[in-house]
């Protein structure tokens, strides 16, 4: 998908922002997203720490996290609620959505817009809403960082060859 328009997120229910979220208003801004569960150890481990730096280290700038619980497997045990208790006993302070349940399957319509294989997953998009990065599995934190400071000069280059 790497190089493809971001499909718009379908989701169901936030939490942590009053408002929904989707990509057609953040263009002009990267967008992170970071997919996971809250019974998947990497998630737990690596990926939702990882986002939270992300979100921590890139708040001035214009960057914008977003967690999605993205469940396809023991539905019953990550429900919404069971979520809610997960977010506030980690601390998790950026926008996290529920996927939308998919349809005859168990993925989730998210996750299969992206074609996601598993969480932890991580998507930057660029400003113009372009996927430049699309993962999966544990990545190393410098590498994912100069990645996005570098989405993030491109708006400078651009400013500097218009002038």
């Not at 996927?131 to 544990?138: E, N, T, V």
Request: net charge negative.
């Amino acid at each position: 998908m790497k190089g493809q328009p971001a499909p718009e997120l379908n989701i169901v229910q936030w939490f942590n922002t009053t408002t929904p979220l989707d990509l057609k208003s953040l263009r002009g801004k990267v967008v992170v997203l970071h997919t996971f569960q809250m019974l998947c150890p990497g998630c737990v481990q690596h990926g939702l720490p990882q986002t939270q730096k992300i979100s921590r280290l890139f708040a001035a700038q214009d960057v914008v996290v977003i967690g999605i619980h993205t469940v396809f497997e023991h539905h019953a045990a990550m429900s919404p609620v069971s979520l809610e208790a997960f977010i506030h006993e980690y601390g998790l302070r950026f926008p996290i959505g529920v996927d939308r349940a998919g349809e005859g399957h168990a993925i989730p319509q998210t996750m299969a817009a992206y074609k996601l294989r598993g969480t932890p997953s991580l998507v930057l998009i660029d400003r113009q809403g372009i996927i430049r990065h699309h993962s999966i599995g544990a990545e190393d934190d410098m590498q994912i960082g100069a990645e996005i400071a570098l989405l993030l000069a491109e708006k400078n280059s651009g400013q500097e060859a218009a002038q």
